[in-house]
């Protein structure tokens, strides 16, 4: 038996050619079980893509399956949306004045109280908002309203889970808990989870799998280690790892030798460190980024960056030896 529970099929949404979003040919399939993030700059099609899905919207070519069967369009049923999928956006359709526990347990049937409240409380406990069931919605922050938004979509047994921008009104604090809750919680209880999200670093931080998208189409597929490591398209390294990404002609003026157009490297595969291979370059500037610096060298009117992870070792108009072990040609 498959462990596929979706699986997109050639699907196009195209909008007015003056409107921006739209999707074309894409195709992928989703497992059960598995995180998913989709990944891409704001109109580049990702809510396009979660609401065709959800069945929100008519698609104009391809088919969407969920579990063998095909996903149905807003003009094929009463009520848009699939019934095993709930769909959490930005402004969470939380009943503002009602209490935390009432808007979770209105998604369930009255017809058997007792197992109401033990799946209220089950999933009250699972995205760590038990001590808030008797707040008001208007009460909570946005971390814990998004908390309360997925509590309530998950509540009546859920198999996918689709989210869209999670964590743009969650702050950097919050961040990190909300996504590994949600990592937790689906590996807790078998939902399938979909997000989508301009922000690389919910991808690479929850996802089992990564789709990356840009103008509409799919560029790649895969693992995040594997995408990251591997990416097919300069776009892909520039979106995950804010990569350095040169021309031949300033490539070679740092001594890396290409037949392609483009050079494209990370900063982390660049190492302070004096070698054989290595090259002398000028420390334009030093960003403080915590734990580590981030250089900003320059050789030969070339500016690249490196990361210093022996923070304040190197200063502005230092000379140091860079190796760039690797590189990737376009």
Request: avoid cysteine.
């Amino acid at each position: 038996m498959s462990d596929t529970i979706i699986s997109v099929k050639n699907v196009t949404k195209q909008y007015q050619a003056t409107q921006a979003g739209g999707i074309k040919n894409i195709s992928f399939e989703i497992k059960k079980g598995d995180v998913v993030a989709i990944i891409g700059e704001s109109g580049s099609g990702k809510s396009t893509l979660l609401k065709s899905i959800y069945g929100l919207l008519k698609i104009d070519d391809g088919e969407i399956f969920f579990q063998n069967e095909k996903v149905k369009g807003p003009d094929e049923q009463l009520i848009p949306g699939h019934k095993q999928m709930k769909m959490v956006t930005q402004d969470f359709s939380l009943n503002i004045y009602a209490k935390v526990y009432d808007n979770i347990a209105s998604q369930l049937s009255n017809t058997d109280l007792k197992t109401k409240a033990e799946k209220t409380n089950q999933i009250m406990e699972h995205l760590r908002i038990s001590q808030l069931q008797n707040k008001k919605i208007i009460e909570l922050s946005g971390g814990e309203q998004q908390r309360v938004a997925i509590a309530k979509a998950m509540v009546a047994d859920t198999q996918v889970l689709l989210l869209d921008e999670p964590f743009s009104q969650v702050d950097a604090l919050l961040k990190n808990q909300l996504r590994g809750d949600i990592k937790r919680v689906a590996a807790e209880t078998g939902v399938t989870v979909i997000l989508v999200s301009h922000d690389p670093a919910d991808g690479l931080f929850l996802a089992d799998q990564l789709l990356i998208i840009k103008d509409g189409k799919l560029l790649q597929t895969g693992k995040p280690a594997e995408i990251y490591q591997h990416p097919e398209h300069i776009y892909t390294a520039r979106i995950l790892g804010n990569a350095v990404v040169l021309n031949k002609a300033d490539a070679e003026k740092i001594g890396l030798k290409t037949e392609k157009e483009m050079v494209v490297f990370y900063p982390e595969w660049a190492e302070l460190k004096s070698n054989w291979d290595s090259r002398r370059f000028e420390v334009k500037d030093v960003y403080y980024k915590g734990f580590y610096d981030e250089l900003l060298l320059e050789r030969n009117g070339v500016l690249v960056r490196a990361l210093q992870l022996n923070r304040g070792a190197h200063k502005k108009n230092d000379h140091v030896q860079l190796n760039i072990g690797r590189f990737l040609e376009f």
